[in-house]
């Protein structure tokens, strides 16, 4: 056992080390002066547009629609990690030169785009995408251009693609961990689901439903309610709740409808100080929307919060407030799509190579300790091992981490709970 | 499960008052567009986008009132209100102007028209005030709810819609019914020769109609700041609904409208009480449906002669 890990242990050192030797170079030499640049035919083997000098990248998000909202924080997050990345001397010597495309909130129009992306510009990878449904429409492009994408939302899971690479968490992750705090920590018995009319909050249900029902002793579920995208009038459902007195609220309400929500259940009477709720999609972002006095007191359960302590997550916050403004807050999704840039450079430099084949071969078990969420690794499935974080919302409408979980390994299609 | 007799009592009131709640926020969103398509029959598609104006009208006051200091931040709703409905009513003014009157006589062409200026509209809110949703501060007096016994709360904001809204019917009914503009207004949907003739400014009876319906729904708009936040693509949520009321009242009558709103308001909230929200929008529309195949003109025919 000892002898089989040793190498690996070794040479994962060697690696580090290695990254590292940019920063230092940069700061002697001007950066690449050390290294001899691999040739660009040895390095694109596809018709990649990789030359001597830059790669292209490209960006796939919504700009304008109704995404635009929470897709802004993405595109943002990316273009930071890249202007970075540039700025320590590119990936294998070459600088990143980014393709934006908008998906305009339309999943054919998403799939278009991503055909144009991966054709006619030659993109050694895309970050982008949001909802499942332009994730959905964009997999079959991936698949037969072979192209790469790094996805950053949370999502339901059910999905491995050897093209896509999934840097935000899957429902397991999420669901389990808060499901079993509430229980353990909070003495939760009763829970009331709620959640927003589509494939993701339903499913998630679904894992949550089972969960309770078959794992967490003498807990029950007393009500599941959905409101359809856009819905404002939340009272009959309030009055629902009510009537159940749930000794939590269980949520997977997103968009526009969260605002609504969360102000009529406060102005309802229930606030943080007299029911536990727990939001799923909750995220600064939507606090900045909802606003600090309607939320203060309830929980989410992310992975990250732009309020996390450490190291890693104080540079990021400064940078991206340097780059973005002083008033712009981060979520758990830009958090997530951060990691892409940087998690496709550690692929690529291992690989020696950016064809897509041998990146996403060399990409499970790469580690970042550097990233603000702290400690991730890529899993065999594409997705990331992580911790599940509760934050409990606070009037100026940052989070209060209450809870951490160990790291837990994602499971896209989890046993028992389909 | 067991309810105890008080428990069902104070559900039922505060269901009472769920729906009497959406009714308030329905009625609002649609007395615009009432007096639009009813009266003028321009199938305003922007009416959406005229609620968003005002809402985001109001976020502006409230931002400059925050400079002002706490006093400012208790009290900006009571100006923003008025400013919500003069910002939605110049900008109509000046639509009818640059656009709605070159159409009044292809309604089919407005409806194209009213459609790409919404998308404008929307994109103009995109650019000038971001693609995030915004939510200005609610005052402290609006927050919270009023607690007639320990098991009842009543929300104050949805008390201060209702009251804003019943003030707001008033307003509209006293002008079209019972005030001399009112009267010309009526005068010219029903013969616009006849009216011209006996020397009424049709064009001004127009511009001032279209504008007041624009205005209503800036009113309209500022009120559902209390409620939910703005974003770009706010008014594609509440068109559907909007429109949805004014066909079923019956266009051409205010009361209609009313009894339309009424009517959905009610329905949906109890239906959703006992089915969920989903089921209960399919179930509503489903009954609509329904109701306007057996009398297409709505609830209450309109009394305009054509």
């Given at each position: 056992m000892t002898d089989s890990k040793k190498p690996s242990f070794t040479r994962r050192r060697l690696l580090k080390s290695m990254a590292a030797l940019p920063i230092m170079a940069t700061g002697i030499a001007g950066s690449g002066s050390l290294f001899a640049k691999p040739a660009t035919s040895e390095i694109n083997t596809t018709g990649l547009a990789v030359t001597d000098d830059t790669v292209k990248v490209g960006i796939l998000h919504s700009l304008t629609g109704t995404m635009a909202i929470s897709e802004t924080g993405s595109v943002e997050a990316e273009t930071l990690a890249i202007e970075q990345i540039n700025e320590m001397g590119g990936i294998l010597g070459r600088k990143l030169e980014i393709i934006t495309e908008d998906g305009a909130s339309d999943w054919p129009t998403f799939a278009q785009r991503a055909r144009k992306l991966l054709r006619e510009d030659n993109v050694a990878s895309i970050m982008g995408c949001w909802t499942s449904a332009s994730r959905k429409a964009v997999l079959p492009v991936l698949e037969r251009e072979n192209g790469l994408l790094y996805y950053p939302t949370f999502y339901e899971g059910l999905e491995q693609s050897p093209n896509v690479i999934y840097t935000g968490q899957e429902a397991t992750q999420q669901v389990l961990a808060s499901l079993n705090w509430l229980y353990n920590e909070k003495g939760v018995r009763t829970f009331y689901l709620v959640g927003s009319d589509y494939i993701w909050p339903r499913t998630t249900m679904k894992i949550a439903r089972i969960h309770i029902e078959q794992h967490l002793d003498g807990a029950s579920v007393v009500g599941e309610d959905y409101a359809p995208l856009g819905h404002t009038s939340f009272g009959s459902m309030i009055n629902r709740i009510r009537l159940r007195r749930p000794d939590a609220i269980y949520g997977a309400v997103v968009g526009g409808s969260n605002v609504a929500f969360f102000r009529q259940l406060v102005s309802a009477g229930l606030d943080g100080s007299n029911q536990t709720l727990l939001n799923l999609a909750t995220t600064e972002d939507e606090v900045l929307g909802i606003g600090g006095e309607n939320v203060e007191g309830f929980y989410s359960s992310m992975k990250y919060f732009q309020s996390l302590d450490n190291e890693n997550n104080q540079e990021f916050v400064r940078a991206f407030k340097e780059r973005w403004g002083e008033d712009s807050v981060i979520g758990d999704v830009t958090q997530a799509a951060y990691l892409g840039p940087w998690l496709w450079k550690e692929a690529v430099e291992r690989a020696g190579s950016f064809d897509v084949a041998k990146v996403t071969a060399h990409s499970p078990g790469i580690e970042l300790n550097q990233a603000p969420e702290g400690y991730v690794k890529v899993h065999d499935n594409h997705h990331l091992w992580s911790k599940t974080r509760i934050g409990q919302w606070r009037r100026d409408g940052q989070a209060d981490v209450v809870w951490e979980s160990d790291l837990i390994e994602p499971d896209p299609f989890p046993e028992g709970y389909q | 499960m067991d309810y105890s007799m008080q428990d069902l009592m104070a559900i039922t009131a505060m269901q009472g008052f769920a729906g009497l709640s959406f009714f308030s926020v329905l009625l609002l969103m649609a007395l615009g567009l009432a007096i639009i398509f009813g009266q003028m029959r321009v199938i305003n598609m922007a009416h959406g986008e005229f609620m968003v104006l005002g809402a985001y009208t109001t976020y502006m006051v409230s931002t400059l009132a925050s400079g002002l200091g706490p006093w400012a931040t208790e009290y900006y709703i009571l100006l923003a209100i008025p400013l919500a409905f003069l910002s939605a009513f110049l900008f109509g003014m000046l639509?009818?102007?640059?656009?709605?009157?070159?159409?009044?006589?292809?309604?089919?062409?407005?409806?194209?028209?009213?459609?790409?200026?919404?998308?404008?509209?929307?994109?103009?809110?995109?650019?000038?005030?971001?693609?995030?949703?915004?939510?200005?501060?609610?005052?402290?007096?609006?927050?919270?709810?009023?607690?007639p016994t320990p098991m009842i709360d009543i929300p104050i904001n949805g008390m201060a819609i209702m009251v804003l809204t019943v003030i707001v019917t008033l307003g509209v009914v006293w002008l079209m019914y019972r005030s001399r503009w009112g009267l010309r207004v009526r005068s010219t949907m029903a013969s616009r020769e006849m009216s011209a003739a006996v020397g009424i400014n049709t064009r001004w009876v127009d511009r001032l109609t279209f504008a007041l319906g624009c205005g209503v729904a800036g009113i309209a708009g500022a009120a559902f700041t209390m409620i939910s936040s703005t974003g770009p693509t706010s008014g594609t949520l509440y068109i559907v609904d909007t429109f949805l009321v004014v066909v079923f009242g019956g266009a051409g009558s205010i009361s209609g409208t009313v009894v339309s709103a009424f009517l959905i308001a009610q329905g949906q909230s109890i239906l959703e009480f006992f089915l969920g929200s989903s089921m209960a929008k399919v179930t509503t529309l489903l009954v609509i449906i329904a109701i306007l195949m057996m009398r297409p003109e709505g609830l209450f025919k309109s009394k305009v002669r054509r």
């Open positions: - | 639509i009818e102007v640059l656009m709605i009157r070159h159409l009044y006589h292809r309604p089919l062409d407005t409806l194209l028209a009213t459609w790409g200026l919404a998308l404008v509209m929307q994109q103009g809110f995109r650019s000038i005030f971001g693609a995030r949703e915004v939510s200005p501060s609610t005052p402290s007096w609006l927050e919270g709810s009023w607690r």
